[in-house]
């Protein structure tokens, strides 16, 4: 199975009509899509990214499919989320998808980095209801991957979260799926 349909299939199994979830990176709009239909009209996805271009693929992909009534979309760096949501959301949300890297259709010297990552996956971390799940795609073959794969690694046994682990190839450079359930 390719990483991406194990992630949704892992994240299938945390939400439901009336979810709130959030794409922290939202890109082309597909995760955000996969999860619109999951959560239904009577739940909620809030969609992230930086780049204006991927505001609108995401807007016009949700809009395509008639899912943009429960889709709120910020141009936003994902580290900031906690400011642009309500606060009593905080440990309601069912799911975050993270997927890293670069918008396939746009800049790929545009890319996520360590940092912001980082930061931003412990805020969501936080926000996640008991039982609740995070997915995060790492991709090491782009300039500075490496080092933002280490760091979502480090992260995860710092903080002693629950995680599964699945490799996309077997190249020493293969993306990594990394599936962690709050407790
Ligand atoms: C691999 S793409 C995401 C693919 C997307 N989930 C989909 O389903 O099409 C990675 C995205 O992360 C975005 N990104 C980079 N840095 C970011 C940041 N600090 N905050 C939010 N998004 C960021 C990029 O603009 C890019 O669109």
Redesign the pocket.
């Known amino acids: 199975m390719r990483l991406v349909e194990c992630a949704k299939s892992y994240i299938k199994s945390s939400v439901s009509n009336g979810s709130l979830c959030i794409?922290?990176?939202?890109?082309?709009?597909?995760?955000?899509l996969f999860l619109s239909k999951l959560v239904k009209k009577e739940g909620k996805v809030y969609a992230?990214?930086?780049?204006q271009q991927?505001v609108q693929f995401t807007r016009n992909l949700l809009r395509e499919h008639k899912y943009i009534s429960q889709v709120e979309i910020f141009q936003?760096?994902?580290?900031s989320f906690t400011e642009h949501l309500p606060q009593e959301l905080k440990y309601k949300i069912s799911a975050v998808?993270v997927?890293?890297?670069?918008?396939?259709k746009?800049n790929h010297l545009?890319?996520?980095?360590p940092r912001?990552?980082c930061a931003?996956l412990v805020k969501a971390y936080e926000w996640l209801s008991v039982n609740g799940v995070i997915s995060v795609i790492t991709?090491q073959g782009h300039e500075g991957g490496i080092e933002e794969n280490t760091a979502v690694k480090n992260l995860i046994s710092q903080y002693h979260w629950d995680c599964k682990t699945e490799f996309g190839n077997k190249k020493q450079d293969s993306p990594i799926l990394y599936m962690i359930r709050k407790k």
């Open positions: 794409d922290l990176t939202c890109g082309n709009g597909q995760d955000t992230f990214d930086i780049q991927a936003q760096c994902h580290s998808m997927n890293l890297g670069y918008l396939p746009g545009i890319t996520t980095n912001t990552t931003a991709y």
